[in-house]
């Protein structure tokens, strides 16, 4: 490696995912950085069944432009990852190893495939860097929580850098032993250029987007958007609209998703009386930036949610955020009574009371969503090619030395 060559990182996902293409894609550009993605399975270029969503999902975004992929096996055309030992994937020793790579890059260890990737760099002398989700918020068992700092912490401290995405994230990997000096922080993000342009809306476009998703003009609208699971629990929401709509609040909710309780929502809607909910069914990633310049505030009633990159997204297009505070995400991005509140999770009086505030105040609404596009503006792509940078630097004088010495 000379000085002036690019590191060489491999990125090991289970698929091409929509959140973080766009940012390999970022760094890739990086004058200094050379970014490929090993990839398990194909699912989400292919079309595959998402369980969340219960239905077959197939991304209307290039999950593929901007940096150098490797799809691991003729089996990646038919693997879906669907729980620990669903990507066995003996092609990723044997690319690990290659000698193409400076650094790995592993998404979690939720795979066996991650696993024999963690393994085929420490035999080779590669430096690992580890990203994952959770944070010590998350539901766990006392037994759970012992096996995890017993069995998995090992794992973590075995890694050269821990790419915390938030600062939940960070007191995770400091509760589980790794020293503070190996934690580097690469923010959760979305692509917030691509966001922002695309939920850049005028008010005749705003108009034309809420009169075809059928909303009612002159209503401030609360937007869901998300898996229809119980763990979202979006039926906290449609319960609040009904104690707000007993107060006299007038509104449009648009329930945006898919899912199990899809049936069981629209059923609760009837029964609760409430006019002027909309749902819209499933939408792809190239139109949801429009339905969230359609709307006037966001909702995630959440319980143990790892993050929840849906806020991100929202505060991209300039919506107030009102999210439930166990979404991990809440540290970072909410300012409670700046961008949105936060309330207790599954409390639905308290989601119906910091509701009522945003409905009452049009000013509130749009002062808090002004402040929602501040924050997310400095967390971004650009704080994560940071981050990057700062946890490859003793890598690439390691690796300097050691070209010099052979």
Request: glycine share 8%; hydrophobic share 40%.
């Amino acid at each position: 490696m000379t000085e002036n060559s690019r590191m060489r990182i491999a990125v090991v996902n289970s698929h091409p995912i929509q959140y973080f293409a766009p940012l390999y894609a970022y760094l890739n550009a990086s004058e200094d950085l050379d970014v490929t993605a090993l990839y398990c399975s194909d699912c989400s270029l292919r079309g595959d069944e998402d369980p969340g969503f219960k239905r077959s999902v197939k991304w209307d975004v290039d999950l593929l432009a901007g940096y150098k992929t490797v799809f691991l096996g003729d089996r990646a055309k038919l693997r879906s990852p669907r729980g620990f030992f669903s990507l066995i994937v003996p092609e990723v020793w044997g690319e690990v190893r290659s000698g193409k790579y400076d650094v790995l890059w592993l998404h979690g260890y939720q795979y066996v495939s991650h696993l024999i990737a963690l393994l085929a760099a420490k035999t080779c002398g590669m430096p690992v860097m580890m990203r994952g989700e959770t944070h010590l918020g998350l539901r766990r068992s006392p037994l759970r929580r012992f096996l995890r700092r017993l069995l998995v912490g090992p794992i973590y401290r075995s890694c050269d850098r821990l790419l915390a995405i938030g600062t939940a994230n960070r007191e995770f990997y400091l509760a589980m032993g790794v020293p503070e000096d190996k934690i580097f922080l690469v923010p959760y993000s979305v692509d917030n250029e691509r966001f922002m342009r695309a939920s850049g809306l005028d008010e005749a476009q705003r108009t034309a987007v809420r009169h075809g998703l059928g909303i009612p003009d002159g209503k401030p609208v609360i937007l869901y958007a998300s898996k229809f699971m119980k763990r979202k629990h979006p039926d906290d929401l449609l319960y609040a609209a009904a104690q707000l709509r007993k107060q006299g609040f007038e509104f449009a909710l648009l329930m945006v998703g898919a899912g199990e309780m899809e049936a069981e929502l629209r059923s609760l809607a009837v029964e609760l009386e409430l006019n002027d909910v909309v749902f819209p069914g499933f939408i792809n990633q190239s139109e949801l930036p429009r339905v969230y310049a359609a709307s006037d505030v966001f909702v995630l009633p959440s319980e143990d949610e790892p993050w929840g990159l849906i806020v991100n997204e929202t505060m991209c297009a300039g919506l107030p955020i009102v999210v439930a505070d166990e979404v991990g995400c809440v540290p970072d991005l909410l300012r409670d009574g700046e961008n949105g509140f936060h309330y207790r999770a599954t409390d639905v009086d308290g989601l119906a009371k910091v509701l009522s505030r945003l409905l009452r105040d049009d000013r509130l609404r749009l002062e808090m969503g002004n402040a929602s596009l501040r924050r997310i503006s400095g967390w971004g792509y650009a704080e994560c090619l940071k981050g990057i940078h700062a946890a490859v630097h003793e890598f690439r004088d390691r690796l300097a030395s050691r070209t010099v010495s052979l």
